[in-house]
């Protein structure tokens, strides 16, 4: 069993930058692969990252490309998402998810977290 809480969400402007914690609890936490998706008001859940379980491979989605980036410390038990260069189209709710086969599909994630605001204004 694993279970995720994040943090990191808020307020920022246009331009600016924020970072997401995913902290996990359980101990397979570090053998599982983990995704940011996000969620905007009246849209879809969006996949927005993703990264192996030893941090090698990572994936985004071509919205977020070269703006964010994802990592982790397996020794913290914790996954980042660094954003950068911030749109308010970047608004949402953000949650992470762990998943031992996930890709870039939420159907394919067994563990979420609770998700946090992350609001851009211009």
């Known amino acids: 069993q694993v279970q995720l809480v994040e943090s990191g969400g808020g307020s920022a402007q246009a331009g600016d930058s924020l970072r997401l914690s995913c902290a996990a609890s359980?101990?397979?936490?570090?053998?599982?692969?983990v995704a940011w998706f996000r969620r905007a008001p009246g849209r879809e859940r969006e996949f927005v990252a993703r990264?192996?379980?030893?941090?090698?491979?990572?994936y985004y989605g071509n919205s977020v490309k070269g703006r964010f980036t994802i990592s982790r410390d397996n020794a913290k038990n914790t996954v980042y998402l660094q954003m950068t260069s911030l749109e308010p189209e970047d608004t949402a709710v953000y949650s992470c998810?762990?998943?031992?086969?996930?890709?870039?599909?939420?159907?394919?994630?067994?563990?979420w977290g609770q998700g946090t605001q992350v609001t851009v204004s211009s």
């Open positions: 359980g101990r397979a936490f570090s053998t599982y692969g």
């Open positions: 998810a762990a998943s031992d086969h996930g890709f870039t599909l939420p159907s394919g994630y067994l563990y």
């Open positions: 990264i192996s379980w030893n941090g090698e491979n990572t």
